[in-house]
């Protein structure tokens, strides 16, 4: 039986979309699943550009094409921002999909892990066991994720993360470059990680926190 491909777009035109087509590109090397139609950006300047070979349209491509089944990949690199733009797309929800995003070679290691959709998971990234990832996350390239570990939805976790077991990562976070999380603690919603950060207590909500080990900032 032939493999059915689905036509996609990727919300954003910045970097972090670029990297994302490349991962979907490598996902395609490995079994042909997506047709990629484009970016779609909100920049006027960037309307009807090329990126990587693919066109830049804007938002209304939705509408004109609403008849048609669509997958939509978020390509954002800011946590609030990814939740503004699919509460705003639920409107269009009839004809949208959000897959989940998976580089090839991390799939393999996905045993015991489970997640809701529009997930984003890059390569290198490594999952041990009993794991649950929300929906609308963005987890970089080479993190470790072990046992336990509970990631609720719009976390955007950045490359080399580490992740030790039973963390509790609430909504909204951002986990820069390099950091580690102790066992057993929990991150607040909409709280930011320092890169390289070692976090060895909790985190409150809406606190940013930085340093080894880490610390919180006093606004």
């Known amino acids: 039986m032939d493999q059915i491909i689905k036509n996609l777009f990727i919300i954003g035109a910045g970097g972090h979309a670029r990297e994302i087509a490349y991962l979907i590109e490598d996902i395609n090397i490995a079994e042909r699943q997506w047709n990629i139609l484009g970016f779609i950006s ?6 009807g550009n090329t990126m990587m070979g693919y066109e830049i349209f804007p ?3 939705l509408k004109k094409r609403k008849a048609e089944q669509l997958n939509l990949v ?9 939740k503004k733009i699919h509460c705003e797309l639920m409107g269009l929800k009839s004809n949208i999909e959000f897959p989940n995003i998976i580089h090839p070679r991390v799939v393999p290691n996905m045993r015991g892990t ?3 959709i ?6 290198g990234n490594i999952f041990t066991t009993d794991i649950q990832i929300g929906s609308f996350n963005c987890i970089n390239r080479a993190c470790n994720i072990s046992h336990d570990v509970r990631i609720a939805d719009y976390c955007i976790i950045n490359p080399g993360v580490n992740l030790s077991g ?4 609430e909504k909204g976070c951002l986990i820069g470059t390099g950091a580690t999380i102790l066992q057993y603690l929990k991150i607040g919603a909409y709280s930011v990680i320092g890169a390289g950060a070692v976090v060895t207590r909790n985190v409150r909500k809406n606190s940013t926190v930085v340093g080894v080990p880490a610390k919180e900032i006093v606004k």
């Open 118 to 123: 529009g997930n984003i998971i890059c390569a």
């Open 114 to 116: 489970s997640m809701g």
């Open 166 to 169: 039973g963390v509790e990562i």
């Open 74 to 82: 978020i390509a954002i690199g800011n946590s609030r921002t990814v």
């Open 42 to 47: 909100n920049d006027d300047a960037e309307i």
């Open 59 to 61: 938002e209304s491509i």
